[in-house]
């Protein structure tokens, strides 16, 4: 069936560092993906966005890839902080009103 | 401020005792939806509504009900709530499902315990 899932449950990276987390889906007909960061107690917060006619889009210390061939999504964030610490998820968008998010990777940031 | 607010935040129940969680945005949004989160499993969506009056089921509706009478407030109703319900929800908002108004605003989430 449709799905959207993550290679990795958990991240742990060094304050600094560039993080990459990635996610895999499987409905070709999906046209727009967002990434949602959710921090410890509140609901998920839009990141980024890209549209299926693209392979890349940068926003501030964030970029999204999007390889179609492959199904596959990743977040990179650079000079990852502290208060990147968070789950992030990756949601799919097929054009209706149905919206399929990942089971989501939980990113650690260690200083 | 805008906002999606929900309440209760938290909230114990008994099995089979009716509750009604309620959602509320304040971004004169078309779209609203329900999303139950549980470890290990991400988001589901539970129920969606278009517009006012105009519903739809999600991947999880089974043991929900939702309605659209006004275009702010969109309700999630446990008419018979079960142990396999305790979840954390979350209720979203976004302008439409056309392209460009997708971005979904989450509310704070509720946090529901069946006993």
């Known amino acids: 069936g449709e799905s959207v899932g993550l290679h990795l449950p958990t991240l742990s990276v060094q304050e600094g560092d560039n993080s990459i987390i990635n996610c895999a889906y499987s409905?070709?007909?999906?046209?727009?993906f967002i990434w949602y960061k959710q921090e410890s107690g509140k609901g998920p917060q839009f990141i980024i966005d890209i549209r299926s006619n693209m392979d890349k889009r940068q926003g501030q210390r964030v970029t999204v890839l999007l390889n179609k061939t492959v199904k596959h999504l990743s977040l990179q964030i650079a000079a990852t902080q502290p208060g990147d610490s968070a789950v992030y998820f990756c949601?799919?968008?097929?054009?209706?009103?149905?919206?399929?998010f990942g089971a989501g990777t939980r990113l650690f940031v260690k200083a | 401020e805008a906002q999606v607010t929900q309440n209760p935040r938290y909230l114990i129940t008994v099995t089979g005792k009716k509750l009604t969680v309620t959602c509320s945005q304040n971004m004169n949004h078309e779209y609203m939806s329900w999303y139950r989160q549980d470890p290990g499993l991400g988001l589901r969506q539970i129920y969606y509504?278009?517009?006012?009056?105009?519903?739809d089921k999600g991947d999880v509706p089974e043991g929900y009900k939702v309605s659209r009478k006004e275009k702010r407030n969109f309700p999630l109703i446990l008419e018979s709530p079960s142990p396999n319900q305790t979840s954390l929800y979350f209720c979203?908002?976004?302008?439409?499902?056309?392209?460009?108004?997708?971005?979904?605003?989450f509310g704070p989430g509720t946090r529901l315990l069946v006993l």
């Open positions: 979203a908002s976004s302008l439409g499902g056309a392209a460009g108004q997708e971005t979904q605003y």
């Open positions: 509504s278009m517009n006012v009056e105009v519903t």
């Open positions: 949601a799919e968008y097929t054009g209706g009103f149905k919206t399929i």
């Open positions: 409905n070709s007909a999906s046209d727009y």
